[in-house]
């Protein structure tokens, strides 16, 4: 849907943002293949570990697309940050499932539930809006001014 909308804003010329459109691309190319094609491009019946291996290539062509293009939008840290917590949480899933096999639900099945819906809705929202619309720029701006300060007081 994001990326649907993107080709819509670019081609009225409202919003000629290569990188916002690429970059919806990828995640339209990449959740279409892991959702439709998933039953005969899957390892096994291991869907966690699918949908991990998917987010990191996933991952990994968004960080290619940046270094050709040196260019990102609002949208890319959460569309980096959601992939990279998505990935994380469905490694757990697998784990806890095929490595522990275990059947019985609990907190990190909630967490997953939760967390993993929420999170692929404000990467739709962030390729929508395209606008630091949590704070994460900010807060990622805090943190490496505190970085830098603490490197700088500690090097010498």
């Known amino acids: 849907m994001a990326f649907l909308f993107n080709i819509?804003?670019?081609s009225l010329s409202i919003k000629r943002d290569t990188t916002l459109l690429l970059s919806s691309f990828i995640m339209m190319t990449s959740y279409t293949v892991?959702?439709?094609?998933?039953?005969w491009?899957?390892?096994?019946?291991?869907?966690?570990?699918?949908?991990?291996?998917?987010d990191y290539t996933t991952l990994t062509a968004l960080v290619v697309c940046y270094l050709i293009i040196k260019k990102t939008t609002p949208s890319f840290l959460y569309l980096i940050l959601g992939l990279t917590i998505n990935s994380f949480l469905f490694m757990f899933m697998y784990i806890d499932m095929y490595i522990y096999k275990n059947i019985e639900p609990w907190f990190l099945w909630d967490i997953y539930t939760f967390?993993?819906?929420?999170?692929?809705?404000?990467?739709?929202?962030?390729?929508?809006?395209?606008?630091?619309?949590?704070?994460?720029?900010?807060?990622?701006?805090i943190i490496v001014s505190l970085?830098?300060?603490?490197?700088?007081k500690h090097s010498h």
């Open 147 to 152: 970085f830098k300060k603490f490197n700088l």
């Open 115 to 141: 967390s993993v819906n929420l999170i692929d809705l404000i990467m739709i929202v962030a390729l929508i809006v395209d606008r630091d619309f949590l704070g994460l720029h900010k807060l990622k701006n």
């Open 41 to 54: 491009l899957s390892i096994k019946i291991t869907v966690y570990l699918d949908w991990a291996l998917y």
């Open 34 to 39: 892991s959702d439709y094609f998933l039953t």
């Open 8 to 10: 819509f804003v670019y």
